[in-house]
């Protein structure tokens, strides 16, 4: 990724829907006015989720998802359905292209709803559709929604379709901030960042260049430096800061020597809130303090890098909850979006700091826990708990 782009996780996730040959990698390149999607006649092109970043005036940054067709058939189709149906977790805004019947379009949109992502209906292929009144007649008594008229090939209905999509962004999508109202102008915030395997020689990781770049856009005073570094540095300092920002790994540390007048968080825990559920993720925490040797934990990390040595996730977590609890406490551990469907099994979900997805994907894992009945709670705020200072941190 350059510098210069926005992280595929802070945009807004477009994702469309339809049967085989619906015409839907036609309207991704007709609204991005680029062409990004492959098109072919053959239904079933689409084989697999694509995803393309794109910059769309008015939108801003967006990423639009391509899906297969819901349609699809045999094994192999039935899988890529599946991951048709994932792509609904992520999902910002749903377009669904629509057929007059509605037979296999209305159980996709009633899936969607109950996700409560907000759907724009499309109408495609204008220009080749005899009796399009009609056919928007009986989708609207269908669903008692009015789709979009709109033709890939001429054009027609495009901008409408960019406007029907601004009229449903999130209401707070594009308005939260990592560091919330914590911190404003003038603020005088120190970032300790250790640097480990996990951040290589000439390299930040994301929380921290996101947080950074958020702090400047504010217009706060920002100091960084290592844990080693920590006295010196705030020996340096005219006056404490008012926020210090910390890797989780080190809270306990940090906390020992921060000024009492300056408050205490780490990037994980700033991105509890930014992209889930603090709330819960602070009530479950009390979990860790109920854990036996019986006890089940499932440990989900965003990135799906190679194992390093003392990974975060990995190693040092579990190290740490098998050193407080016992030996043979049992850890799962998934990466990417291997996500289990049920989570029954566990006792607690502990989840990274989900930098690299987006706000909508990890609210649905918390309602998933929820419905289940499972306490979540995040690496920051576990670690928080783990080192007894979890009343003591700003969130």
């Not at 968080?265 to 930014?274: E, G, H, I, K, Q």
Request: charged residues 25%; negative net charge.
């Amino acid at each position: 990724m350059k510098q210069t782009e926005t992280p595929q996780a802070n945009r807004l996730h477009i994702a469309l829907f339809g049967r085989r040959n619906s015409g839907k990698s036609s309207l991704v390149n007709a609204i991005t006015n680029q062409d990004v999607a492959i098109v072919s006649e053959t239904p079933g092109t689409t084989t697999d989720p694509v995803s393309k970043t794109m910059e769309i005036h008015g939108l801003g940054a967006c990423l639009f998802i391509d899906t297969p067709g819901f349609d699809d058939e045999g094994e192999l189709g039935e899988q890529r359905v599946e991951r048709t149906i994932k792509v609904i977790d992520r999902a910002d805004i749903a377009i669904l292209l629509c057929q007059p019947d509605m037979e296999l379009e209305k159980p996709w949109l009633e899936r969607l709803k109950e996700k409560n992502i907000p759907v724009v209906m499309i109408l495609n292929k204008a220009d080749i559709r005899n009796n399009i009144e009609q056919s928007v007649s009986e989708i609207e008594i269908s669903t008692g929604s009015r789709p979009l008229i709109a033709s890939a090939k001429t054009g027609e209905g495009i901008e409408l379709i960019r406007e029907a999509i601004l009229e449903k962004l999130p209401e707070d999508f594009g308005h939260q901030f990592i560091t919330g109202g914590l911190v404003g102008e003038n603020d005088l915030v120190l970032l300790v960042m250790p640097q480990d395997i996990q951040a290589p020689k000439g390299r930040l990781i994301l929380p921290q260049v996101q947080t950074l770049r958020e702090l400047l856009d504010k217009k706060c005073l920002v100091m960084s430096c290592t844990t080693d570094k920590l006295q010196q540095t705030l020996k340096a300092l005219a006056y404490p800061p008012k926020l210090i920002i910390t890797d989780s790994q080190v809270f306990k540390t940090v906390y020992d020597l921060k000024p009492a007048e300056s408050g205490l968080t780490s990037f994980s825990v700033l991105f509890a809130a930014y992209k889930g559920d603090i709330a819960y993720y602070t009530e479950s925490a009390a979990m860790l303090n109920n854990l036996t040797i019986n006890s089940r934990i499932l440990i989900a990390e965003a990135c799906t890098h190679a194992p390093l040595r003392e990974d975060i996730g990995r190693e040092k977590l579990p190290r740490i909850l098998r050193q407080k609890v016992g030996q043979e406490l049992r850890i799962d551990i998934v990466a990417g979006r291997d996500f289990p469907e049920d989570l029954s099994r566990y006792d607690l979900i502990i989840q990274c700091g989900a930098c690299m997805f987006n706000r909508r994907y990890v609210i649905n894992r918390i309602e998933q826990a929820k419905k289940q009945g499972v306490p979540m709670t995040n690496y920051g705020i576990a670690l928080a708990s783990l080192s007894g200072i979890l009343d003591k941190i700003t969130v």
